[in-house]
């Protein structure tokens, strides 16, 4: 059952108060998310409105965004210093399975997620899965790694089958939460509903691009959803 009833918008509804957004493109002009420092700050004046407690701030490390970790902490350096709010900040890389991951996992030249500093954060296309998905996930779990798959329920190529093999492989999984708004079309929203309604989604982000991100979908009323995500919201699985 639906937690919500069906006139209350997801800023109604008390989930974002002490939330941790585990997924964000905040970090201003390192990607193709926010772009300025201006609108950072605007975006975090509207976070601390809504009441979130920590943001996890995820920039692409791509082929085509080959961000380093030393570029990237200096720039999240300049943020710190022109953020004056109480949200708590902290920097970790969205990281795409494709030949830059390789060469990265080779150094262990990553940003981790979480505080215990195992966690990877990754992605795929949502067309189709890397060439050697699996042999780049069993070597970065035999690492040591922990990886959390971004946005399961974008990928086309993923069915209820994948999704469980790869739970049982040991991936976590991190879910849009604008999925379940619509925000990524039907067919997102039902996988994301039913992946929250078996209980296998781990964390949750708002996968933040840009500005008007909060105009467009974080004022929008639920459709039908599932009963775990407050829960989820509430008790991330990592800290």
């Not at 976070?47 to 920039?59: D, F, M, N, R, S």
């Not at 970790?69 to 210093?81: H, V």
């Not at 296309?125 to 780049?136: D, R, T, V």
Request: hydrophobic share 35%; glycine share 8%; charged share 25%.
């Amino acid at each position: 059952m639906w937690p919500f009833n069906k006139t209350e918008r997801l800023t109604d509804t008390g989930m974002f108060s002490g939330f941790t957004d585990w997924h964000s493109h905040i970090l201003p002009g390192v990607d193709d998310g926010i772009q300025t420092m201006d609108d950072s700050l605007s975006v975090l004046e509207r976070y601390e409105q809504l009441g979130v407690k920590k943001v996890w701030l995820t920039p692409h490390v791509m082929e085509d965004y080959p961000n380093t970790p030393a570029s990237l902490t200096e720039r999240f350096k300049e943020l710190k210093e022109a953020y004056n709010g109480r949200i708590d900040l902290h920097l970790a890389s969205e990281n795409m399975l494709d030949s830059l991951f390789e060469e990265r996992l080779e150094k262990n030249e990553f940003q981790t997620i979480g505080d215990d500093g195992i966690h990877l954060l990754v992605e795929t296309s949502y067309m189709n899965p890397p060439y050697a998905m699996e042999e780049m996930i069993e070597k970065a779990q035999g690492k040591g790694y922990s990886l959390i798959l971004a946005h399961p329920e974008r990928y086309r190529y993923m069915d209820e089958n994948s999704y469980i093999k790869w739970k049982e492989r040991g991936l976590l999984f991190q879910a849009n939460f604008l999925s379940l708004v619509g925000g990524y079309g039907e067919a997102a929203r039902k996988k994301c509903e039913w992946l929250l309604h078996e209980g296998l989604i781990d964390l949750l982000g708002s996968d933040l691009h840009r500005l008007n991100f909060f105009n467009h979908y974080a004022d929008c009323r639920p459709k039908k959803g599932a009963k775990n995500l407050l829960n989820v919201a509430q008790n991330p699985i990592i800290k």
